[in-house]
Structures are given as C-alpha cells and as structure tokens.
C-alpha cells in the first residue's frame, strides 16, 4: 500500500486495480522510470502519470502489451480492468488542476480508520477547513464541492449533517482544485474524486466492529468478488452514537444528541469484451439525529396550558429530531480502443429531510414550532470523451444535463405579534405553507491537451453552461487555460486561468410565503428578499511541486478568486436545513503548503494554508437577515463566516505487516462570528493517537486486526460556533476526547 500522496496533476491519475499482482506492478515500474509526474511506490496499485505521457505511441505500446496476454493466463482479467481504469482516467484528468491524495494506507492512519467520517478524511488535505454539522470548505468556499466516484459525476444532494459518502468504499481519494479544466463545470471550489474498492482488487471479505466512547457502536460488512468479466463491491453498515451532531456546550457529554445511521453501497461491474465495460452505482443511506439541547435557557414566550415553573418546560428536555435519506443510481457504459475513449452516465437521485419539532417547548423557548419537509429528486445524463486526434494533441468534449425538483412544505405553529414585535397572544396560530422550485442545469464543453514539447503542456478549453429555473435563467461562455512545465525531473510548474459558472440550489422563497408569516413570531427578518443569482467568478492559481529526493516532497499553490453574486449559504431556524444567499462582490485568496515523506515503514506529512476573504452588499435572500446588519454590509466589506484563516494538520505513522501506530494533529484559527462576521472564534489544536495489531493467517479468516484510537488526546475544549454570524444559528463545540476500540476481520 501507497502512503499519502501530493499531486500536480500534469496528467492523468491511473487507478490500476490489480490486486498487487505482478502486472501492475510492472507497469508502475515502467511508469517510474519514465520520469513523468509522481509515481506511487509499487505494490499499492495506484500510479500518476504526466501529461506528456497520457496519449501517443507509449501507451499505444501498453495497450500491446496487455492485449498480447495469452487467454488463460491468471493476469489477463487484472491487465484488461487496468487499462479500462487507466482509459477512464485519461477522460476526466486535472490537467493543470492540483491534486491531493490519500491512499488506504493513509486512511488507516487516521483517527478511527475506515470508520472515520468522510470529512474527517478531508481534513488531512490542505486548504480543508472543518466546521459544524460535519462540513468542510475548500479554499474559502462554502460548499460548491463536486463528487465523483470512479469517474462518474454524483448527483448534488441536499443540505443536511448526514455525511452520506461512506470512507468504507474508498481505494483512493484525490481532491482537485485550482483552475479546473473545461470538464468540471457548476460546482467548481473542487472536485472530491472517489476511486472505490472493487471486487477485483478486493482480496478478501471483511466484517467489523467499532465502538467505544459516547456509546458508539458501528459494524459494517464488506463482501466483494470477481466471476468471470462480472465483480462486484458492497459495503452495509450502522452506527449509533451519542453524539449526532456538535454538543451546543462545552459539556463532555451533549444532552439529547442520540443518531442512528445506515448505509449501503453496490458498486457492479460487467466487462462485455476488452473495450466495452457496464458498471452500475447504487448508493441508499438513511440516518436519524436528535438535536442537541442548551440546558438552562430563561423561556421567552407565554403558551397558554404551559406554567414557566412547570419542571417539564425546561430547554434541556427539549425533543426536537431530523431525519436525512438518500438515494442514487448511476449506470455508465464506457468504450476504451485505440484513440477513442468515451463514457455515458444517466443517473437519478432522490434526497429528503424532514424535521420534527417538540411543539409545546419550542413555542415556550422560541415561539414556533415547524415542522419541515424538505424534498429533492434529480435526473440528468453525463457523456465525456477523449480522443487522441494527432501525435502530440488530445481532445476532450462531453455534456451534461439535470433536471432538479425541490419542495418545502411546512407546518408551523407561531404566536401573533403587534407592529413591534411584540406577543399579543398565548394562543399559536397554525400555519400551513407548501412551495416547490425546478431548475436545468446544462453545460458543454471542447479542450484540446497540447504537448509543445516532451516538458511543456498546454491544456486549454472553452465551456458554455446554462441554468434555468423557477426564479433565474442565465448562461455563460467559460475559457480555460492551464500551462505546465517540468523543467527538471524534481521540479514541476502550472498556472492557469478559469472563468466559471456556479448556479445556486433551487431553493427560493416567495413573496407569498414571506406574507403569510408576517405578522408572527415566525416572521422574516426583513419584508422582502431578491432570488438568488448564478455566481460567476474568474479564477487565478500558480504552483511548483518539487521533489527534494525519491521520498521527500513539497508543494506551494496560490490563488485569487474574484466573483459576482458570491454565494453563500446559512442556517436560519433550528431545522438544519442550510438555504443560499449572495454577496453583490467578493474576493478569495490565499496559498498552501503541501509535504510529505514516505519510506518502506514511516509516512510522514504536513500541511498549512492561509485563506483571506471579502464580500459586500447581500444581494439575495435578504429576508433572512435583520435591517441593521444588511446595511452594515451594503458599506462594508465583511469576511466571510466560513473563512478559516489559518488551518494545519500533520501526521506521522509507522507500519509493518503487523504493528501500526500513528499520530494525528489538527489546527484551526479564523472562522467568523459576531455581528457581520466582525469577530471571530478561538484558534484550537487537536491531537489524536491510535494503535492497531495484525494477527496474519487465522484459523477462521486472512487476518484479525485489533485497533485503538484516542481522539482529541488532551481534552481541548474548543468552539466551532458560538450561535453568531452571518447565516448562523446555533452553537457549537468540537468533540472532547474520545476512545475507541475496532476488530476487523477478513475472511
């Protein structure tokens, strides 16, 4: 297994499913020794390739190669899937883009393994912020990610704290940013690009069992295969835990804060012959969450039947519950032979939310009681290609199309107030408000990859995208421009310009609803509010990846972002249902500092980025926030809540067929809070520790592995949200230590 990785992504990133067998190995070696981009140590199965070495007679040789495996030989299915994978990746490279990855071996190096959350998997790339709810930010963005797993485009899904990807899946994880090609289009902050265990490299079944501190408990099953040109990969699992979501306090343990998550994935394969292969993605996760309560809150609202001094009115019992399901398929046919590579992807998504209050105590603590049901069904298509169309260029062209439909009914209960807000009545009105939004998003693109010479690179595009929907229609003409160099074997250069063309969710409230609540407690802030815009944005980025020896790497990346109608997005009510606003302006920037060292046994990384940002005038949505503050905003230039100036994280393992240790470290300084975001909270650091011991060759299995992992070893009481700032709502409070124990089996 391969340790951690950073990339420059000159080219391709090939994914070469081979089990370990000799003929990948092989062809990492031959990878290596041509010098082109970062090669993986051997063995791990996973290799990069640079530009210059993505088309053309080398690999035409290598294709030869695989075809001129004897029938019967035990290496001839690992060859095919290999060049299938490789042929994949050539279709979808960050050409000019930078890539981050992480590896199994690197996974297992994080707290809790493969039972980690996905964005805790995250947080060990740089530029990657860790906020509330689970979230991460990329570079200064609030969201604005896209998901891809084996090369297919994910769905967008809906707003919630449920992290619906499952690390259990994952062979490897590179997250792009920078100036994305032509192909990445509307969600643009970066692309998390998932290469998933499959059953041809899957050597084994496996079964787990995780738990230990705040009640968790989590088993998962693994069970993969390869039969004939058929394999597949599956993964089940649950957890239940006590704490959901972000305690509110700084309390060790939170009040009321009881989840229960379930998952599956299917991912299915069938070669038709050495050029066609029909796969299948299937993906079902449905998870409860109680909202965690602040105990000893003074009520705030008169209910008639209720007695202030009653003990049953206390925040601490508080009763409130949400629940998230997902659902997707995706089906892709792709065809690799010669010079023409392509692949088509229709898929379909269903996503829901739904939110149940604790009527009486919610109308006592903040005068409504709503219940919300949040709904989003997406179809679409993807269709890419590459084709090699002379020696030294490479085109790429594809489309893309969606239909989205989003609806929220609710059911609220709300007092009655007088002009100063004032309540009039012990008595809750009841009121009933359905809305519904659609949208289309399409967009196309044409880029050529221009080998000038053996060392230079320019990849350069242009995409047009449209979005249309309930409240907006608009399009745009994109260029993309990425030029790399490798003017030594150690030294690799990129800089690149990207115009893009990011469309909001369809979600959008109407004047009708916004009258419909006047008059209550459960008024908006503001009478009116603008639907919110397309983000348009052009985008700058300049890097050097140098290797100071064969281990031992280092990257520096920088970047400016300048959009319009720069979206954002907020929590506004008790419902974790996250809704988008706009800045007029805003500007992002910042630089990153990737390294790592990885030998036979020890791997080694660190990780820093600054990030600073502006935006004035909220443009949309404005109904969310209180008069005072959008004129503060309308004169000024505020930071955004999301900032995170400064972020670290490092690492250092040890390993060998039967020990492994690590440990973990995470730092954090700069997200926003106060009025317009004017104050910000406490830095904090974590350190995390974990152990795990190989038994090898069980009676009953392969190998039994014994793990122990101590998250936030010291303690830290540290504060991700104190309940302010622009789209904030509640407060929050980072995990205090934690143990852990796991047993996994492989059999």
């Excluded at 031959?30 to 140590?41: D, K, L, M, S, T």
């Excluded at 099953?221 to 040109?229: A, D, I, M, R, S």
């Excluded at 706009?582 to 820093?608: D, I, L, P």
Aim: hydrophobic share 35%; glycine share 10%.
């Amino acid at each position: 297994m391969s340790g951690r990785r950073i990339i420059l992504c000159a080219g391709l990133v090939a994914a070469f499913e081979a089990q370990g067998a000799r003929a990948a190995d092989d062809q990492c070696d031959r990878v290596a020794a041509r010098g082109g981009g970062h090669a993986i140590p051997c063995g791990s199965g996973i290799g990069h390739r640079s530009g210059k070495e993505t088309g053309g007679p080398e690999r035409r040789r290598a294709q030869r190669g695989a075809a001129a495996v004897k029938p019967g030989d035990g290496t001839e299915h690992v060859r095919v899937i290999a060049r299938l994978d490789q042929e994949r990746a050539r279709i979808f490279p960050g050409l000019g883009a930078v890539s981050y990855g992480i590896d199994q071996r690197q996974i297992q190096a994080t707290p809790g393994g493969e039972n980690a959350t996905f964005s805790q998997i995250m947080l060990r790339m740089p530029g990657v912020v860790q906020d509330s709810y689970g979230e991460v930010h990329v570079r200064g963005e609030h969201g604005g990610l896209t998901y891809r797993v084996n090369g297919v485009l994910l769905p967008e899904g809906l707003n919630g704290f449920g992290q619906e990807l499952d690390t259990r899946i994952i062979r490897s994880v590179n997250l792009l940013t920078g100036t994305l090609p032509a192909q990445f289009g509307f969600r643009t902050a970066g692309v998390v690009d998932v290469n998933t265990k499959s059953g041809d490299s899957l050597k084994h079944n496996q079964f787990s069992l995780y738990g230990g501190s705040y009640n968790t408990f989590a088993p998962s099953l693994q069970v993969g295969g390869q039969k004939g040109k058929f394999e597949y990969f599956t993964t089940l699992s649950f957890n239940r835990n006590n704490i959901g979501i972000e305690n509110p306090t700084n309390s060790f343990r939170p009040v009321h804060d009881v989840t229960e998550q379930e998952k599956a994935f299917g991912y299915f394969s069938w070669r038709l012959n050495d050029a066609n292969r029909l796969s299948l993605l299937t993906s079902a996760s449905y998870s409860s969450f109680e909202l965690p309560n602040t105990p000893g809150l003074e009520p705030a609202y008169r209910l008639a039947g209720a007695e202030w001094t009653d003990p049953s009115v206390r925040s601490r019992l508080l009763d409130d519950s949400q629940t998230e399901q997902n659902y997707y398929a995706v089906i892709s046919y792709q065809y690799s032979q010669d010079k023409l590579n392509f692949q088509v992807s229709p898929y379909f998504r269903y996503g829901r939310i739904d939110y149940t209050p604790d009527p009486a105590r919610d109308l006592v603590f903040q005068g409504v009681a709503e219940h919300e049901v949040n709904d989003f069904t997406t179809g679409g298509i993807q269709y890419d290609l590459s084709w090699d169309i002379a020696r030294h260029h490479t085109l790429r062209a594809g489309l893309l199309g969606q239909y989205t439909e989003e609806r929220l009914d609710t059911n609220s209960l709300a007092f009655p107030v007088d002009d100063n807000d004032a309540q009039i009545s012990d008595r809750a009105r009841r009121l009933i408000d359905n809305t519904g939004n659609w949208s289309v998003e399409a967009g196309a693109y044409l880029q050529d990859e221009y080998k000038i010479t053996r060392n230079l690179t320019f990849n350069y595009g242009i995409r047009y995208d449209r979005f249309a929907s309930s409240f907006d229609n608009e399009g745009q003409l994109s260029p993309r421009a990425n030029m790399v160099w490798k003017p030594t074997r150690t030294t690799t250069l990129h800089i690149g310009y990207s115009r893009y063309f990011a469309p909001p969710s369809p979600q959008n409230i109407y004047a009708s609803t916004l009258e419909h609540f006047a008059g209550t407690t459960n008024a908006a802030a503001s009478p009116s509010g603008d639907a919110t815009k397309v983000e348009t944005s052009n985008y700058a980025d300049i890097g050097i990846l140098q290797k100071v020896t064969p281990d031992f790497q280092v990257t520096v990346d920088a970047f400016s972002k300048w959009a319009h109608h720069l979206t954002d997005l907020g929590q506004f009510g008790r419902a974790v249902i996250l809704a988008p606003f706009s800045y007029r302006r805003g500007h992002v920037y910042g630089a990153e500092f990737g390294s790592s060292w990885r030998t036979k046994h020890w791997s080694v990384f660190g990780n820093f980025s600054y990030v600073k940002t502006s935006a004035r005038e909220i443009d949309s949505a404005q109904y969310q926030f209180d008069q005072t503050e959008l004129n503060y905003i309308a004169r000024h230039d505020i930071q955004l809540d999301h900032q995170g100036e400064y972020t670290a994280s490092a690492g250092v393992s040890w390993h060998n067929i039967h020990h492994m240790g690590y440990i973990d470290f995470i730092y954090g300084n700069g997200l926003r809070s106060g009025f317009a975001n004017l104050t910000k909270e406490p830095q904090y650091d974590v350190f995390n520790i974990g152990y795990q011991y190989t038994l090898t060759e069980v009676p009953f299995g392969q190998d039994v592995k014994f793990r122990a992992d101590v998250v936030n070893l010291f303690d830290k009481r540290y504060q991700l949200r104190d309940g302010s700032g622009v789209g904030v709502y509640q407060a929050q409070f980072g995990q205090r230590r934690g143990t852990y124990f796991a047993m996994v089996l492989d059999f």
